[in-house]
């Protein structure tokens, strides 16, 4: 006798197909054993079973688990990040959040490649690729682009670029269905249904949905810095950097890949210094060694994403700052000894974003 209790019914053959109006419920399964022949037109039926079913959702914690480390006091942080090579173009990348980042797979089969993201009403115009949820008719959620959403930067930035109009996003909700991979991308189902079934309207009714929750929103440099070491030492923001005899600001050296002495950038826990010698340098303008990005002077040509603009600049009449020597390091001119100016660098990375930093040097 088979044991009813681990009977495996097979879904989607062709014999068994998904009903038009499936959705989660309980339901009364009547299982019943006939006898029949291979000539027999009028079965006896031997026994009927009633089997008392609950068709039920898992829930989203079962499928995904927070990604910790992208989350900060119970915020997603959404990191923008520069996309689409730049080549000779500068600053005409696209401005993405990866909201895939945000949660893992806590089982097998859980991809996040399936999740789609909904936005509260408020925060859909800072974006410029959402689609509809399912058969909603609002276009407020990313959907099929693998947790990529992208960002409307005449909206989502100020006039000068140089600050976010969206600092968060409120409520937040993560979700798929349990039969998100039911059509491939060629159209062709997985599954079989019955007759005029519409399978967004079944995908909706096997939906599992995540708590709404919050992102920061964060440039990609936010959170750069001008650094100034003497023998391992960080000085002060606010400590004039003294230039040597020549007007030169030295550049950053470091002991054990742990910065030492002079001028630097840093992001992350990352440093660069600020000096340019060729591209691939580790720790020096050029490479991709400040989290992830590379320094470029305004001569550099070839724009990748991931590539930032360097721009110092001096607004004191008959002070200069400048690109100088072998290696190129940054050198001010037209300072007498004593005399101290302030020396404004702005970042640029590859959407345009600008990451005005300042520094009191003195001669």
């Not at 910790?68 to 696209?94: C, E, Q």
């Amino acid at each position: 006798m088979v044991d009813f209790a681990t009977i495996t019914l097979p879904v989607g053959t062709e014999a068994l197909k998904i009903a038009k109006d499936a959705k989660p419920g309980k339901y009364v399964l009547y299982l019943v054993a006939k006898d029949l022949g291979s000539t027999d037109t009028q079965a006896n039926e031997l026994f009927r079973i009633k089997l008392n079913v609950e068709v039920a959702l898992p829930a989203f914690t079962d499928l995904y688990n927070k990604v910790d480390a992208n989350w900060s006091d119970g915020k997603f942080v959404a990191r923008i990040t520069p996309s689409g090579t730049s080549t000779t173009t500068k600053f005409n990348t696209s401005a993405i959040l990866t909201m895939s980042s945000a949660y893992g797979p806590a089982v097998t089969n859980a991809e996040t490649s399936r999740l789609s993201y909904l936005f509260s009403d408020n925060d859909c115009k800072y974006f410029s690729d959402l689609k509809s949820a399912y058969n909603d008719d609002k276009l407020n959620a990313v959907v099929n682009t693998n947790g990529i959403a992208t960002l409307n930067k005449g909206v989502a930035y100020n006039g000068s670029k140089t600050a976010l109009n969206v600092k968060e996003l409120k409520d937040i909700v993560a979700y798929t269905s349990v039969f998100a991979g039911m059509v491939d991308k060629t159209g062709h189902s997985n599954y079989k249904f019955e007759y005029g079934t519409d399978v967004e309207a079944i995908q909706e009714a096997f939906t599992v949905t995540s708590a709404p929750y919050n992102a920061q929103v964060k440039a990609a440099l936010q959170g750069v810095t001008l650094v100034n070491y003497a023998n391992g030492t960080l000085k002060p923001a606010n400590e004039p950097i003294q230039l040597t005899n020549d007007g030169y600001m030295s550049a950053l050296t470091f002991s054990n890949g742990k910065p030492n002495t002079g001028f630097g950038f840093a992001l992350n826990g990352s440093y660069v210094s600020a000096k340019y010698t060729e591209p691939g340098v580790a720790n020096e303008l050029g490479s991709y060694s400040l989290d992830g990005y590379a320094l470029w002077s305004s001569a550099y040509t070839d724009w990748q994403d991931k590539d930032v603009q360097v721009i110092p600049a001096v607004e004191q009449a008959g002070v200069n700052v400048k690109l100088d020597g072998t290696p190129q390091q940054y050198q001010v001119t037209g300072l007498a000894t004593g005399e101290s100016t302030t020396v404004t660098f702005t970042l640029t990375d590859q959407t345009g974003f600008n990451y005005p930093l300042t520094v009191t040097v003195v001669k």
